[in-house]
């Protein structure tokens, strides 16, 4: 699955130094016998949260790992976030709010029929409107309080979110690449974060165990 491939020598973060088995090519090669240890610890942690009922939030921007993500989030009906994050999601939940209340009046009007009796025009200003917000917003409209745990694959290019998460106490689990920096995770996982297949892989153990804990809540 090429989950074991790190990045290029050159780029690696020293922090990384104790998931690093050796260099071939050029390139870093993960242990990924410390992969499947971290994500055993991953999915034990998320297992239990999701068995209390509360809300986790899938993250992932890039290109590579948007789709998957969304999809795995859907799967275990749990929000995400995969086009970009707009600073202060978590730490200015007030105003996130106002876009969320948006946002559950568009799709009311959309269940109670007030939508369709709507003339043309102000019909594709409020999609245009949804449109914008769903990019702003993901999914979190779907949550009414902060999440219990923030699921990130690639913590380097979501520095903004690490930190919120850091600010507010809210455990991460993520993805990190040997160009990352995995002090402020609580629970890494050692991994490349731009291969789909390896994504793929690892987000299938963690919305697995999610399943378990919710089956084990019911």
């Known amino acids: ?3 074991h491939f790190g990045h290029t020598t050159s780029k690696w973060n020293p922090n990384m130094r104790p998931y690093i088995l050796m260099k071939k090519g050029g390139i870093h090669i ?20 999701a068995s209390s009922g509360k809300k986790i939030l899938f993250v992932a921007t890039k290109k590579q790992a948007k789709d998957i993500v969304y999809d795995f989030a859907k799967k275990v009906n749990m929000p995400s976030i995969t ?10 939940m007030s105003t996130i709010r106002q876009s969320v209340k948006k946002m559950n009046v568009i799709n009311n009007k959309k269940i109670d029929g007030t939508y369709n009796m709507m003339s043309k025009k102000e019909r594709l200003l409020i999609d245009r ?3 914008k917000l769903k990019k702003n917003i993901g999914s979190i409209y779907k949550m009414n309080s902060l999440p219990a ?5 690639d913590v ?9 998460c850091n600010n507010l106490c809210i455990p991460i689990i993520g993805i990190v690449d040997t160009n990352s920096d995995p002090r402020n995770i609580d629970y890494p996982i050692p991994a490349n974060d731009d291969s789909s297949k390896s994504i793929n892989l690892i987000l299938s153990y963690i919305t697995n165990s999610i399943n378990e804990g919710i089956l084990y809540k019911k």
């Open 156 to 164: 380097k290019k979501e520095q903004i979110a690490v930190k919120e």
């Open 30 to 49: 993960i242990d990924i016998y410390k992969t499947i240890k971290k994500i055993n610890e991953a999915c034990k942690f998320i297992k239990n949260i």
């Open 129 to 131: 409107l949804k449109i």
């Open 83 to 92: 086009e970009r994050w707009l600073g202060g999601i978590l730490t200015n």
């Open 1 to 3: 699955m090429g989950a």
């Open 149 to 153: 745990c923030v699921i990130i694959v």
